[in-house]
């Protein structure tokens, strides 16, 4: 009975087994040869016999990063996206870390296919971020945006600035200050809007060129209206002066000499004027210029180009027409070199047959 | 003759011409699709809700009407992904898995490795047929291998260098916790043999480099792998295919190694009993206080 129960407990332990045993006869466990280092740790990374154990490690995070993500705007509805959704996105404008800095960051050597393999996954993420920004999901955006900054260059701005020309500043004067180039002459110009004595700047006060021509009209036909008609024509006119039309002086001063005497001929002074004539702004600004190097013709050029950039930046309506004028373009034209075997640029010596 | 040309041209270019299909085809949808079929341009943030409720709402539909359709849905039915979320236990494994994972299929009939014979079943279409009678105990003593050394506190490396079991190996590796470890990419030949020199002095004085068991789920790309574990004395157990001698390794297991579903199988099954292993372990030592094993955090995606 005792031996039937007792084969009864073992078998109802043995039928506990979800996996079978074998037997190891005791003699074989007696030299167990122990591993010298079983009392070390293990190592940390999971990646340890790549040989690379910190870059796959980052490649690893970052695709758990996206699978999550993704499953999160799945949730959301936002994956798949349809193609009209996904012209609705912003589009990308990423700037990564190069590959030099990120090598130095997993202090591993990155090749360009690995650098590219990080990117890629930086680019997915930052389209889910961009997805999710413009769903109005901006705390996901937010956390996704954090993961993204350590990946992003201290220079961000700065690089996503490059090639856009920096936006012209008007100091406390109210004065801009330019630079214009023609050939081999630099002008610095500085441009300040006159002032009434009300302290009304004139930028406040301008007119556009429609604007003068609509106030005449209506002025003449209120005049129309008001005074009857002279009931002959031998009936002698008024003689009423009209009323004196108030132009401010301005000043144009070019290395600190009035632009009438820097400048003797009248081609020269017209090329600086042109801008305040084409913008209908004769009357508004005061200059102050200091050009140097070239002839005549550049330093004129380079002051007009001076002086159409900062009424730009004064009065930004007026753009358009100055662009038009191609008073904002800086003339490229330069002198072309001498070249050997030729007398000039482009002048061939005198051929001779023998 | 000009005549019969210039109507033959005519009668060509008449066939040639290609019907046109309407471009807007927002009245013409004749696949089911799960946007709207107004396609409102979606500006505002009150325009991205709108069109994510609407997309709710048809899922919600969908979902609802679905418990009184067919029984066989996406989660009942096989997709190719639950092989990789949803391994098999040990016990649970059965010939129909095997089979319906093509682990049967070996390579030509001409490429056949004689050592390999025992675990042929036969010739089909020019390949040989591997005997599943023989893989699917191979492979519940190789569960056993991985899950006893997993309790004693074993480290267990799980190699597949292809692309396409890059994430298999990885949520192997991570259902075995902190004793888990892969490599997806090449195995750098020296890493066993030349490990002062890629790991450096300091690691390998410090911490455990040589594994305890490796698994290999493409064994012919990999032989430096398996030369260096040779060396070392490490025990191997791999995917071996008709064309390979079942003797590289130490505890072969017959499949095709050419089928991912077939490796993610594999791995699934010793993961699983990997994982078991690794909890007998940490409940013998559960007073962890000295044994200077740090616990990483797992990432479990699957069950």
Redesign the interface.
């Known amino acids: 009975m005792n031996v039937l129960q007792q084969m009864q407990r073992v078998s109802a332990i043995v039928g506990r087994r ?3 045993t ?1 037997f190891v006869p005791p003699a074989s466990l007696e030299n167990v040869a122990r ?1 010298r ?8 990374s ?6 690379r154990p910190s870059y ?1 490690d980052q490649l ?1 995070a970052l695709e ?1 990063a996206l ?1 999550h993500t993704q499953r999160a705007l799945r949730n ?3 994956l798949p996206l ?1 193609q ?2 996904r012209d ?1 996105i912003p589009p990308p404008n990423p700037v990564w870390k190069n590959k030099r800095v990120l090598a130095e960051e997993i202090a591993e050597s990155l090749t360009v296919t690995r650098y590219r393999r990080v990117i890629n996954l930086l680019n997915q993420l930052d389209e889910c971020r961009r997805i999710a920004d ?3 999901h901006h705390s996901l955006a937010e956390s996704l945006a954090r993961v993204l900054q350590d990946f992003e260059p201290a220079n961000k701005e700065a690089v996503l600035a490059r090639g856009k020309r920096k936006p012209v500043k008007i100091d406390e004067y109210g004065r801009s200050y330019t630079i214009g180039r023609r050939k081999e002459s630099t002008a610095r110009v500085w441009v300040i809007p006159v002032q009434d004595k009300t302290g009304e700047t004139s930028t406040t006060s301008v007119q556009t060129p429609e604007a003068p021509l609509e106030d005449e009209l209506s002025a003449g036909e209120v005049e129309n209206e008001g005074s009857k008609a002279p009931e002959s024509l031998l009936d002698p006119v008024p003689d009423v002066p009209p009323a004196p039309v108030e132009v401010t002086t301005t000043n144009i001063l070019i290395n600190n000499t009035p632009l009438v005497q820097y400048f003797a001929h009248q081609a020269d002074r017209e090329t600086v004027v042109r801008p305040f004539k084409i913008a209908g702004l004769l009357g508004a600004f005061n200059v102050f210029a200091i050009v140097r190097g070239g002839g005549t013709t550049g330093q004129s050029g380079a002051i007009s180009l001076g002086i159409a950039r900062a009424l730009v930046a004064h009065v930004p309506k007026v753009e358009t027409i100055l662009r038009k004028a191609k008073l904002l373009r800086r003339d490229p034209r330069m002198v072309e070199r001498k070249k050997t075997g030729l007398a000039k640029a482009r002048e061939a010596y005198t051929w001779v047959k023998r | 003759m000009s005549l019969s040309i210039r109507s033959w041209a005519a009668a060509s270019a008449h066939c040639s011409r290609r019907a046109r299909c309407p471009k807007n085809i927002n009245g013409a949808v004749r696949y089911l699709s799960n946007t709207s079929p107004e396609q409102v341009p979606l500006q505002t943030e009150e325009d991205w809700s709108q069109f994510q409720v609407k997309r709710a709402e048809y899922k919600s539909l969908v979902d609802h009407f679905s418990q009184y359709g067919s029984t066989q849905t996406r989660d009942s039915t096989f997709q190719p992904h639950h092989e990789l979320n949803r391994p098999k236990a040990p016990s649970e494994l059965a010939l129909s898995s095997l089979m319906a994972a093509g682990a049967h299929m070996g390579h030509s009939q001409t490429l056949m490795n004689p050592n390999f014979m025992p675990y042929a079943y036969g010739v089909r279409s020019g390949i040989t047929i591997i005997d599943l009678d023989h893989t699917l105990p191979l492979l519940r003593r190789a569960a056993k291998v991985v899950r006893a050394t997993a309790a004693k506190g074993g480290s267990i490396v799980f190699i597949g260098t292809r692309p396409d079991l890059r994430p298999t190996v990885r949520k192997a590796a991570e259902r075995l916790g902190s004793q888990g470890f892969h490599v997806g990419e090449r195995w750098m030949p020296g890493t066993l043999t030349n490990k002062l020199a890629l790991f450096g002095g300091d690691i390998v004085a410090k911490e455990r480099i040589v594994p305890d068991l490796v698994i290999l789920l493409n064994p012919i790309p990999n032989m430096h792998a398996i030369r260096e574990c040779a060396y070392d004395h490490i025990p191997t157990i791999g995917i071996v295919d008709s064309n390979v001698d079942p003797r590289i390794v130490m505890y072969p297991i017959p499949a095709n190694d050419e089928s991912t579903r077939t490796a993610e199988l594999v791995a699934g099954v010793l993961s699983i009993a990997g994982r078991e292993g690794v909890m007998l372990y940490q409940e013998e030592h559960l007073q962890a206080g000295n044994d200077g094993q740090r616990q990483r955090v797992r990432q479990t995606f699957s069950s």
């Not at chain 1, 280092?37 to 190592?43: I, N, V």
């Not at chain 1, 999971?46 to 040989?51: L, R």
């Open positions: 979800t996996y079978a074998t591993r280092d079983s009392g070390k740790p293990l190592p940390q999971p990646n340890i016999y790549t040989g796959y690893n758990t699978q959301l509805q936002l349809p009209f959704a609705a413009v769903a109005g």
